[in-house]
């Protein structure tokens, strides 16, 4: 059997979507859940890769709890680092070409301004460089690769920043958001169109632009201004009886042992002149909230 894509990470918020997309292509790609594909057993990922022999492996699986990361940071390696080396390996001794996921946590943020794929990355947590590390081991083992880094990704399922400001304002009248944290809040069906757009030039014999590519939504903000659009959006679509009051804290002031990214804005004009990809506005993927809410 020979198949183009083959997906891990199926029911994460970014594999959600684009298995989505996959299916809606018409292309022929299998696809597999964490349940259904653990990618730290090399066996079975072995296995499966071999039987579908795809042209393409594209892996959004991933250890992405980031406070528990730092705690456990073992756990996050097997997952982030070990089971991406072994997929490299593997991908590469079949011909295949590897799509992976990586994030704006490579980065301490220091920089003044957005960052570019070439900028020095120096990641601040044990997630950032359990990422950063398989980003060196894919283009170590992968001659033909595409990273995709991207930041602060949202959307209706799973864990993330929009679902949990909107279970808080049911719980608390009081909400305490960071205000020193600037970055792009990125809609998850906005990076699965994105990568269905790189994946399918992995197919084209004549492409030849491999490697790290940034893609994020606009405009950045900080994560207060990001909460405060989000009870605006909620307020006018009339999702909610009552928004919290937001205050505004600095990240020392935020209970968390994890230090992240003053400033983790991504560039993306290398996506834009290669894959003629745009930054999403991710106001618009907020326009639809009760569907972020608990229990909908
Ligand atoms: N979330 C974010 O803000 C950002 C994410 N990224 C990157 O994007 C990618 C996708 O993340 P996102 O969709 O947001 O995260 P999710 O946590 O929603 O999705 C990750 C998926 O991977 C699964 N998974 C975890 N461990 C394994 C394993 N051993 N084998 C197979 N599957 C596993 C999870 O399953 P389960 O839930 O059962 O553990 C989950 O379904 C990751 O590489 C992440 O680092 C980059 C920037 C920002
Ligand atoms: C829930 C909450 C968070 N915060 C802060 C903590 C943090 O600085 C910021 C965002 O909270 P989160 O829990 O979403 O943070 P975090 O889980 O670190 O988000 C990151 O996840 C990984 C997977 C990535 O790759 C990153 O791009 C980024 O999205 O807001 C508050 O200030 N108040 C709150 O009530
Ligand atoms: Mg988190």
Redesign the pocket.
């Known amino acids: 059997m020979v198949i183009d894509f083959l997906l891990?990470?199926?029911?994460?918020?970014?594999?959600?979507y684009l298995e989505r997309l996959l299916k809606q292509s018409g292309m022929p790609y299998v696809s597999?859940?964490?349940?259904q594909?653990?990618?730290?057993?090399s066996i079975q990922l072995k296995a499966l890769i071999a039987k579908f022999k795809p042209k393409c492996v594209i892996?959004?699986?991933?250890?992405?709890?980031v406070d528990a990361a730092e705690s456990d940071p073992t756990s996050a390696y097997?997952?982030?680092v070990l089971?991406v080396v072994n997929l490299a390996r593997i991908v590469e001794s079949i011909g295949a070409t590897l799509i992976?996921?990586?994030?704006?946590?490579v980065f301490d943020g220091a920089k003044v301004g957005p960052y570019y794929e070439v900028d020095h990355p120096n990641p601040l947590s044990a997630?950032g460089q359990s990422?950063l590390r398989?980003e060196m081991v894919i283009a170590e083992n992968c001659s033909r690769y595409l990273v995709l880094?991207?930041?602060?990704?949202?959307?209706e399922?799973?864990?993330?920043?929009v679902k949990s400001m909107l279970k808080l304002s049911l719980e608390r009248d009081v909400i305490c958001v960071v205000n020193d944290q600037l970055g792009g809040p990125?809609y998850?069906n906005d990076?699965a169109t994105t990568l269905m757009t790189m994946a399918k030039q992995t197919l084209n014999p004549e492409f030849d632009e491999w490697g790290i590519f940034h893609f994020s939504g606009f405009p950045y903000v900080n994560w207060y201004e990001f909460a405060t659009q989000i009870f605006e959006s909620a307020l006018n679509q009339g999702v909610l009886e009552k928004v919290p009051r937001l205050s505004p804290i600095s990240s020392t002031q935020y209970s968390s042992k994890v230090n992240r990214p003053a400033n983790s804005c991504l560039d993306c004009s290398k996506i834009r002149t290669t894959f003629g990809i745009y930054p999403s506005d991710w106001k618009l993927a907020l326009s639809n909230l009760s569907g972020y809410l608990p229990n909908s």
């Open positions: 891990t990470g199926a029911g994460g918020q970014i594999g959600t597999f859940t964490h349940h594909l653990d990618i730290t057993d892996n959004a699986a991933a250890y992405t709890a097997a997952v982030n089971a992976h996921i990586s994030t704006d946590y997630y990422k398989a880094r991207t930041s602060w990704v949202f959307s399922r799973g864990v993330n920043f990125t998850a990076i």
